[in-house]
């Protein structure tokens, strides 16, 4: 008996050393399942760490490795762990010589897959404590059935014993690290939004002026020509059929460019005929007056999936797509644009090749179309990418829930040089 003591405690002096030295929880626990193996044969062996006041729970294992191994990230209720009546101190611990078969394991709602999928058939489930309180489980498997016998139990409590408060305290401190990671990246984002917000603000200031500028200067002018040329024709009190097709004529540019101009403002055919025509009118319009002339070509696969999203957002997409066309017109000089929408699943993907020279990563750095892109992106909760393309380019890409939260929009502009 002595003997066996004295093995025990050089057996927790080793797992002592194996914990020594890791800041990681799952390392740290693995490094403990080996020399705890040497007390207690397992083929596989978890541990559940209580957090939230006690109502979730966290998972690492080692050995087989089964779904449980997810919690380690996704923590769960522990109404649903299987081992719920030793996290809650109803039982002492459990002994099982057949899991497979134990309804203790077993009940509406319980993660016991694992036990099934990975045959853990012997079982010993010990609470884990610190500062007298349950923590959580340790819980050791094998796949052979009536392996343990209460000496087992004796020694597994002692081992939870006796790594419990390191490995709790790790894993505080990996949670603690995860939501000052989380809280910072959301003052960032935060930070993020309210510049760009500001820059957004500030461009559409701007573009208000150029429209401004364009009526000034375009349409007015238009139309006091006409005005001028309506009043010669009044003068001379006879109009030749010539004079009144120029004047025709005039009309017409002027009503086209006052079109343009309420397009841009308020994008019409978006509203009446949906996203995908909007995008082509967008791109005819766009590539109308190119010099050299522009190829453009539009695929359609996406059976009007984007136009069962809530307005503002369809809105805030076809702004991105029109900023991304703009940018290849305007700056690219390409030969050629390609725009393609395929909808896969609960997937929108809406992608826009031209063969022009690209643009400078500092582009997306100091604001300008491709900020704005951004801050719209944010403003409807979506991520927006702006990357070089795999051969030659740019690649824009926007994700944003489709359907609710359920799955992502994927909207991609892929600028080739």
Same mark, same amino acid.
């Given at each position: 008996m002595a003997k066996m003591a004295t093995t025990l405690v050089e057996r927790l002096l080793a797992i002592s050393h194996a914990l020594s030295g890791h800041i990681d929880p799952g390392e740290a626990f693995r490094a403990t399942a080996i020399e705890i193996g040497t007390i207690i044969p397992h083929d596989h062996m978890d541990v559940a760490i209580l957090l939230h006041d006690g109502q979730q729970h966290v998972c690492y294992e080692a050995g087989v490795h089964t779904s449980w191994g997810a919690l380690a990230k996704a923590p769960l209720s522990i109404n649903v762990s299987p081992v719920r009546s030793v996290l809650r101190g109803e039982a002492a611990y459990l002994l099982t010589a057949d899991a497979l078969e134990d309804p203790r394991f077993h009940f509406d709602g319980a993660i016991d897959e694992p036990i099934y999928s990975a045959g853990l058939r012997s079982r010993i489930i010990v609470p884990l404590k610190a500062r007298g309180e349950i923590v959580g489980a340790?819980?050791?498997?094998?796949? $052979?059935?009536?392996?343990?016998?209460?000496?087992?139990?004796?020694?597994? !409590? /002692?081992?939870?014993?006796?790594?419990?408060?390191?490995?709790?305290?790790?894993? !505080?401190?990996? !949670?603690?690290?995860?939501?000052?990671?989380?809280?910072?990246?959301?003052?960032n984002r935060k930070e993020l939004l309210r510049v760009g917000a500001a820059r957004l603000t500030e461009g559409m200031e701007c573009e208000r002026r150029r429209i401004a500028m364009d009526l000034h200067d375009q349409t007015l002018a238009d139309l006091s020509r006409i005005v001028r040329q309506i009043s010669a024709l009044h003068h001379q009190g006879v109009a030749r059929a010539a004079q009144l097709a120029d004047l025709e004529r005039e009309i017409v540019n002027c009503l086209t460019e006052l079109r343009h101009i309420v397009?841009?403002?308020?994008?019409?055919?978006?509203?009446?005929? +949906?996203?995908?025509?909007?995008?082509?009118? /967008?791109?005819?319009?766009?590539?109308?007056?190119? $010099?050299?002339?522009?190829?453009?070509?539009?695929?359609? !696969?996406?059976? +009007?999936?984007?136009d069962m999203l809530p307005e503002r957002i369809r809105t805030a997409l076809y702004r991105i797509v029109q900023e991304a066309i703009n940018n290849a017109v305007r700056h690219a000089a390409p030969k050629r644009i390609d725009v393609s929408l395929l909808a896969t699943g609960p997937t929108l993907t809406i992608s826009i090749t031209d063969d022009g020279v690209g643009y400078q990563a500092t582009e997306a750095e100091e604001g300008g179309g491709i900020g704005h892109m951004h801050t719209r992106a944010a403003l409807i909760g979506a991520d927006l990418k702006v990357e070089p393309g795999k051969e030659r380019g740019t690649r824009v890409c926007v994700e944003a829930a489709l359907e609710g939260a359920a799955a992502p929009i994927l909207l991609e502009a892929d600028v080739m040089e």
């Open positions: 340790l819980n050791i498997s094998r796949h $052979t059935p009536d392996c343990y016998s209460a000496d087992d139990v004796e020694a597994a !409590q /002692h081992c939870a014993d006796f790594v419990a408060p390191y490995i709790y305290a790790l894993i !505080q401190s990996e !949670q603690a690290r995860r939501a000052m990671l989380a809280e910072n990246e959301a003052r397009d841009d403002m308020r994008p019409g055919v978006l509203e009446l005929f +949906g996203l995908r025509d909007a995008i082509e009118a /967008h791109l005819n319009r766009s590539v109308s007056r190119a $010099t050299p002339p522009i190829a453009v070509h539009i695929k359609d !696969q996406s059976e +009007g999936a984007a």
